[in-house]
């Protein structure tokens, strides 16, 4: 028996599937519906839900943008402006922690304007962060404006994932969820030089976008909210059932079916870190734990530090030529870009544990391998092609690994597992905590491996990583074609959630055989046996 975390009870849509009991007298079918029903025949994707995931998440370009423009500018602005490697240190990093005070911001702005122009009002900061650092004729001033950016980022980088994956249909919510992180490592290469231009572009063009459903049914506003959603869906059969459990969620009643209707105050985001930090119930302590971990574990595995001072790392490796540092530099870039591509298409198909164990493991070996071939060089004398060539493989083997798992899947995982309404506030401190860690590394770096060295630096990562598998292994769940609504059942049981999901499969299959829906209203519960 299990003792389940306090949750709702899970309805009988299941296996979040309808059933036809009149083609059959006596017997009850099911019809699958696309996007819910797990079946051989891949579902079409809602072009309109693609489109709207795109544009919000073209906000991650304003990252990507200025991780892009400084790994290539660090050395030219410490030349230009006559700053010592601890300065370049901070005005590389500094912006993570700038991002801070945005991502917190932007959990309490999207729940009181709404996410559609929580995206604008990212769009619109970072649009005055870009001007100010293009005109920057001293430190001081180029300061100001990381200040500026780096709180539009920390906008943008919460509400791309938050929006999308309460937009998305729940079987391409993993596919349209990682778009952030592949407009992180492309939009940057084709907008150098013209970082307000993707502002501008965003405030308007989301202007057409629908807010999210999700909000919508919070604000009390069902009718528009059923709208996006019958757009969204992959039937009108899902569209029903989505709403059906936001209503739920929200403490509206099923039978509630106004245009507007009046929402319980407690739906309006009162007592949210109360809920999250002071008196959390065994399931939200959970996901917290796992959102924040995620975010946590992906940036102390030291990706930052990698893709921000890969010149610096290859001079350590050996190559010297300014023009050999450029293209190992961009060979990086190339392998993070390709495999976050192939991690968008493989996370609803094989689901986000399988990817994320193998990224990690991926890391671990190319960490082991980089730490030793860089000792091996910095013990040499004489250069050592072999250990040289093998360095480089092993930064691509790093990037790529982290790009093909870990990196996207920290933005969909955390943006999908908190309850309606916590997950703004939620996903703002996964968030959070993300920029800090990758602020610390970034500011970090150069001081790190001047006092450990170059190879201790990255065995140092290699040990984080290594932690990380486990901590993923043992306290992360599968929520592949799970609804945001039925994600709590999931959590709750810490390391025995295998116990709780086997069990949550078991009374599915009750129900969907017809036997266990007699006694209980046609609602299941973990914990409980049908007579």
């Known amino acids: 028996?299990?003792?389940?975390?306090?949750?709702?009870?899970?309805?009988?849509?299941?296996?979040?599937?309808?059933?036809?009991?009149?083609?059959?007298?006596?017997?009850?079918?099911?019809?699958?519906?696309?996007?819910?029903?797990?079946?051989?025949?891949?579902?079409?994707?809602?072009?309109?839900?693609?489109?709207?995931?795109?544009?919000?998440?073209?906000?991650?370009?304003?990252?990507?943008?200025?991780?892009?423009?400084?790994?290539?500018?660090?050395?030219?602005?410490?030349?230009?402006?006559?700053?010592?490697?601890?300065?370049?240190?901070?005005?590389?990093?500094?912006?993570?922690?700038y991002s801070l005070l945005g991502a917190y911001a932007a959990g309490r702005t999207s729940d009181w304007v709404g996410r559609r122009y929580t995206i604008v009002i990212a769009a619109a900061i970072f649009f005055v962060g870009a001007l100010l650092m293009g005109f920057a004729t001293n430190y001081a001033f180029l300061m100001v404006g990381r200040f500026v950016a780096g709180v539009g980022v920390g906008y943008a980088l919460l509400i791309a994932p938050v929006y999308t994956a309460e937009l998305a249909p729940a079987a391409s919510r993993g596919f349209l969820t990682s778009f952030p992180e592949v407009f992180i490592n492309t939009g940057w290469r084709f907008m150098l030089g013209i970082g307000a231009i993707p502002s501008v572009f965003l405030a308007i063009g989301v202007l057409a976008m629908p807010e999210s459903p999700r909000w919508l049914v919070l604000?009390?506003?069902?009718?528009?909210?059923?709208?996006?959603?019958?757009?969204?869906?992959?039937?009108?059969?899902?569209?029903?059932?989505?709403?059906?459990?936001?209503?739920?969620?929200?403490?509206?009643?099923?039978?509630?079916?106004?245009?507007?209707?009046?929402?319980?105050?407690?739906?309006?985001?009162?007592?949210?870190?109360?809920?999250?930090?002071?008196?959390?119930?065994?399931?939200?302590?959970?996901?917290?734990?796992?959102?924040?971990?995620?975010?946590?574990?992906?940036?102390?595995?030291?990706?930052?530090?990698?893709?921000?001072?890969?010149?610096?790392?290859?001079?350590?490796?050996?190559?010297?030529?300014?023009?050999?540092?450029?293209?190992?530099?961009?060979?990086?870039?190339?392998?993070?870009?390709?495999?976050?591509?192939?991690?968008?298409?493989?996370l609803d198909r094989i689901g986000?544990?399988?990817?994320?164990?193998?990224?990690?493991?991926?890391?671990?070996?190319?960490?082991?391998?980089?730490?030793?071939?860089?000792?091996?060089?910095?013990?040499?004398?004489?250069?050592?092609?072999?250990?040289?060539?093998?360095?480089?493989?092993?930064?691509?083997?790093?990037?790529?690994?982290?790009?093909?798992?870990?990196?996207?899947?920290?933005?969909?995982?955390s943006s999908e597992i908190f309850p309606l309404r916590l997950r703004a506030q939620g996903t703002s401190m996964g968030t959070a905590m993300n920029r800090l860690m990758s602020g610390v590394i970034s500011m970090s770096f150069i001081s790190l491996y001047k006092a450990i060295t170059i190879s201790g630096a990255f065995f140092l990562f290699m040990g984080v990583a290594i932690v990380s598998w486990v901590f993923f292994y043992t306290l992360l769940p599968e929520t592949q074609g799970r609804t945001l609504e039925e994600m709590q059942v999931l959590f709750g049981t810490f390391f025995k959630w295998r116990s709780t999901i086997r069990e949550l499969e078991k009374n599915k299959q009750h129900v969907s055989n017809g036997d266990g829906t007699g006694n209980n209203g046609g609602q299941v519960q973990l914990g409980t046996t049908n007579g």
């Open 219 to 346: 604000q009390g506003r069902l009718g528009e909210a059923k709208r996006v959603l019958d757009k969204t869906s992959n039937s009108e059969e899902e569209a029903q059932l989505r709403l059906a459990d936001i209503k739920e969620a929200a403490g509206i009643p099923e039978e509630c079916n106004d245009d507007v209707v009046q929402v319980p105050k407690r739906s309006h985001g009162e007592g949210v870190w109360k809920e999250l930090f002071l008196h959390p119930t065994p399931t939200v302590k959970h996901i917290l734990i796992a959102g924040v971990g995620i975010h946590f574990f992906q940036q102390s595995s030291g990706i930052d530090a990698v893709v921000l001072y890969s010149p610096k790392i290859f001079e350590k490796a050996g190559i010297k030529r300014k023009s050999d540092k450029l293209l190992a530099t961009v060979a990086v870039g190339f392998s993070k870009t390709v495999f976050i591509l192939v991690a968008t298409f493989l």
């Open 1 to 97: 028996m299990i003792n389940p975390p306090p949750s709702p009870l899970l309805k009988s849509h299941p296996p979040l599937s309808l059933m036809d009991a009149n083609q059959f007298p006596g017997q009850q079918t099911q019809t699958p519906i696309p996007g819910f029903d797990p079946s051989p025949q891949k579902p079409k994707r809602n072009k309109y839900a693609f489109g709207c995931a795109i544009l919000a998440s073209m906000t991650s370009i304003l990252l990507g943008y200025d991780v892009g423009v400084m790994s290539g500018a660090g050395q030219l602005i410490q030349d230009d402006l006559k700053i010592s490697d601890v300065q370049l240190e901070i005005v590389m990093g500094i912006i993570e922690l």
């Open 352 to 413: 986000r544990r399988p990817l994320l164990l193998s990224s990690v493991g991926g890391m671990i070996v190319s960490l082991a391998t980089l730490g030793t071939c860089l000792t091996i060089i910095d013990h040499s004398k004489e250069k050592v092609i072999w250990a040289v060539a093998l360095a480089i493989a092993s930064v691509l083997s790093f990037v790529a690994s982290f790009s093909m798992g870990l990196g996207p899947i920290a933005w969909v995982y």
